[in-house]
């Protein structure tokens, strides 16, 4: 692995902002499908966004309104803008796609299928 970067998280205050960044100029598959997910300790990975390459983007309720998730297929960069942010959101924030020719254990999303992860990054909400 190793071929999908994230960056750009950290610590604000509730009511801030973040904007996550996911480099996957590296990874070799295809990409129609991408994603962002989080997990807090203990806890399984919860789907956040989505975007396909028809730019159709979908939500998790709790982030609705709030996070926007964009595409720059030229960069090959995905992005994550995260605005009014509460402690809630707290998590590890994984950038995700789908490899075809993985094995791995698949995790769903509205209905579609992600099996390959970057490494996480970390993001801190305080009250």
């Known amino acids: 692995q190793g071929q999908l970067a994230e960056s750009g998280g950290g610590s604000v205050q509730a009511g801030g902002s973040l904007k996550l960044s996911c480099d996957y100029s590296l990874f070799t598959g295809t990409t129609t499908n991408m994603a962002w997910f989080r997990r807090v300790p203990g806890g399984e990975r919860e789907g956040v966004a989505s975007i396909d390459d028809y730019r159709t983007a979908q939500y998790g309720d709790s982030v609705k309104g709030r996070f926007t998730i964009f595409k720059d297929n030229v960069n090959k960069t995905l992005y994550l803008q995260m605005d009014t942010l509460k402690p809630e959101d707290t998590a590890t924030y994984y950038c995700?796609?789908?490899?075809?020719?993985?094995?791995?254990?698949?995790?769903?999303?509205?209905?579609?299928?992600?099996?390959?992860w970057g490494q996480g990054i970390e993001v801190t909400v305080s009250s």
């Open positions: 995700a796609t789908y490899d075809g020719q993985l094995l791995s254990r698949r995790i769903y999303f509205k209905g579609r299928p992600y099996n390959y």
